[in-house]
């Protein structure tokens, strides 16, 4: 790998959807704005953890925030 840092390891790990219509949104928080919803299986790149249980992934070249417990490593 061309990174010598976890954290920056991290980056873009493939991670699966695993509910339906799960909110992507804007900010990771509940009050953030929803962008799309996600289908159950959908896969997306796993960008970084933001804490309090929130995601930053990469999905179609957008930037969007999840609940980490609705996606899974693969």
């Known amino acids: 790998t061309p990174s010598n840092s976890s ?22 928080s509940t009050s953030g704005t929803a962008m799309m919803q996600l289908a159950n299986g959908t896969a997306v790149a796993f960008v970084k953890d933001m804490g309090s249980g929130w995601s930053m992934i990469e999905y179609n070249g957008k930037i969007l925030f999840v609940s980490q417990q609705y996606i899974t490593k693969n």
């Open 7 to 28: 954290a920056a390891s991290d980056v873009y790990k493939r991670q699966t959807v695993n509910t339906d219509g799960l909110n992507a949104r804007l900010s990771p």
